[in-house]
């Protein structure tokens, strides 16, 4: 749909978007919340952004925001209302904890000033979700969860000690944030049942999927793997994005011990990071590689011969990898180390555009790459299925669209209680 046709209904508007993450961040949710944002201040709607300083996915506060409390700035059109929080250096439960606590606290006290016609929250985080509800209810407007994961899911399969009771906290501040919700979208269908867990109405919840954020890419291939120092005859195995716990990269740290022959590259950041390079001493077929630009990010995945995407194996039904769209554009064959039936699994099955393997098997992982690469033909079928796929399902026109619909619904809604 052009972009035209949809600009009148929010014409005038005042939007409240809250989320923890967002531009300049390059992964995880914040790149989502800034494209949305972006996309209704450019449908003439006057749209705020409240969130935290720019610290993801290296948990370091970016150089810009240090010592920083509370920064008003304009980007692409968008009022975005930064406030300080705490970032752990490493992830644990209490230091998540105060992590939460430090956004909830600043977000409620110093909250943009303008009254919104309605607020939309990304969860994760909780301080999101309540911060969102809390600002939706003082002003009396529609209230718009998006749930992209759940962080209680994620704190019960964390492997940390202190989980079960994290867990029992979170799913109690993730029912208010829920309850309080006009309409709730979800990225996947997945979420779902997490969502109704919550005591949310299936019928209150909409399909809100992400899509993709990248572009195709332009460069020569072999030039990319020349640039990189790849060869032609050695197989080149990529993971792009977070180096965190749920990731479970630790299974492509063994695989690259176990096939000298295979050069396995991790491209990102993340708490983990230190942890996978204290794994993995002199093992000289195991890249470390910073994240990618945006102008050279894609070219990067299409040059691998393999991009994997890996989860811990007690992580099911949390959603799915924002990375998985960048993958499917990049034109190669992906392998997923995943739990069967997750939101993971789903999608790549459903693209048609890789491997199911079991998750933390790095023998399995191993077996599919060599599969791929001794059948280029097949890899190529495969992968190409992943555009195919994007230009289908997941393009951004069609992302937006849905969100445009989400909040169109929520405005009828309200103005049909207000005449009631």
Not at 14 to 33: D, F, H, M, Q, W
Not at 140 to 162: D, F, H, K, M, Q
Request: hydrophobic letters at 40%.
């Amino acid at each position: 749909m052009p972009e035209s046709e949809h600009r009148m209904p929010f014409e005038g508007r005042r939007l409240l978007v809250v989320s923890t993450n967002y531009a300049p961040e390059l992964t995880g949710p914040g790149p989502y919340a800034a494209q949305l944002a972006e996309h209704w201040a450019r449908s003439g709607a006057e749209t705020h952004v409240l969130t935290g300083m720019p610290h993801y996915p290296s948990w370091r506060t970016e150089a810009p925001y240090r010592g920083v409390w509370r920064a008003d700035e304009e980007r692409s059109g968008v009022q975005v209302h930064r406030r300080r929080h705490y970032v752990p250096p490493r992830q644990g439960v209490l230091r998540r904890g105060v992590f939460e606590a430090s956004v909830l606290a600043h977000g409620l006290t110093a909250p943009p000033a303008q009254r919104p016609d309605a607020v939309i929250a990304q969860m994760p985080g909780l301080a999101s979700g309540v911060i969102g509800a809390r600002l939706a209810r003082r002003h009396r407007v529609p209230y718009i969860p998006v749930v992209r994961n759940l962080t209680g899911v994620a704190a019960a399969r964390s492997g940390i000690r202190e989980a079960g009771r994290a867990a029992a906290l979170a799913a109690r501040v993730e029912r208010y944030a829920l309850g309080a919700a006009t309409l709730v979208g979800v990225i996947h269908e997945s979420l779902v049942p997490r969502v109704t867990a919550h005591g949310v109405d299936p019928g209150r919840i909409r399909l809100v999927p992400n899509w993709s954020r990248t572009q195709a890419p332009s460069a020569d291939r072999a030039a990319t793997r020349a640039r990189l120092g790849w060869r032609d005859d050695v197989p080149v195995v990529l993971h792009s994005g977070t180096m965190g716990r749920k990731q479970g990269l630790e299974v492509l740290v063994d695989a690259a011990r176990l096939a000298p022959d295979i050069r396995v590259v991790l491209m990102g950041d993340g708490d983990q990071r230190d942890a996978l390079l204290a794994r993995a001493p002199g093992l000289p077929n195991l890249d470390f590689l910073p994240p990618a630009g945006a102008d050279e990010f894609t070219d990067i995945l299409a040059a691998a011969d393999v991009l994997v995407v890996t989860q811990c194996a007690s992580v099911r039904g949390t959603g799915v990898p924002s990375k998985l769209t960048s993958y499917f554009v990049s034109g190669r064959p992906v392998v997923a180390s995943v739990a069967d039936g997750g939101g993971a699994a789903q999608e790549v099955q459903r693209s048609g555009a890789g491997l199911l393997v079991a998750p933390e098997d790095p023998a399995a992982v191993l077996a599919a790459v060599r599969k791929l690469f001794e059948e280029p033909a097949a890899a190529d079928r495969l992968g190409a299925h992943g555009p195919l796929y994007v230009a289908r399902h997941l393009s951004r026109e069609a992302g937006l669209a849905r969100f445009d619909a989400l909040l169109g619904e929520v405005f009828d809604e309200a103005g049909e209680s207000h005449r009631r």
